[in-house]
């Protein structure tokens, strides 16, 4: 039988209470940007477009390794299999971790 997974309470929403993610860059590409204002960039994108969505807040952090507690999000260099920019899945411990492969994201045409 599965586990349900524990859903946010709106109370939780009120209090802007939410998970914390680790975000740990273990890649040697330049990613093009300095990774502390990335990690920035990418919390406002989470405070604007999903916390609307999903109604609870989640905490970006930069770390230099998973933290006690808290969701991880990894920066690689390359892709442990042919043609993925990342993909997430649930650890032991029940907390989500997430991969994104660099070099295969930065060879993604860009349009302006």
């Given at each position: ?32 940007v ?20 999903w ?26 299999h ?20 660099v ?10």
């Open positions: 039988m599965r586990k349900r997974i524990k859903r946010t309470s709106t109370r939780s929403i009120r209090l802007q209470r939410g998970p914390r993610i680790a975000c740990v860059n273990k890649a040697h590409t330049d990613l093009g300095d990774f502390a204002t990335l990690i920035r960039t990418l919390q406002t994108f989470v405070d604007e477009c999903l916390v609307p969505v109604r609870t807040p989640a905490r970006l952090m930069p770390a230099r390794r998973e933290l006690p507690g808290a969701w991880t999000l990894v920066f690689l260099d390359d892709a442990d042919a043609k993925r920019l990342g993909y997430h899945k649930l650890l032991k411990n029940r907390r989500p971790l997430a991969k994104v492969f070099k295969p994201s930065l060879k993604i045409p860009r349009t302006r």
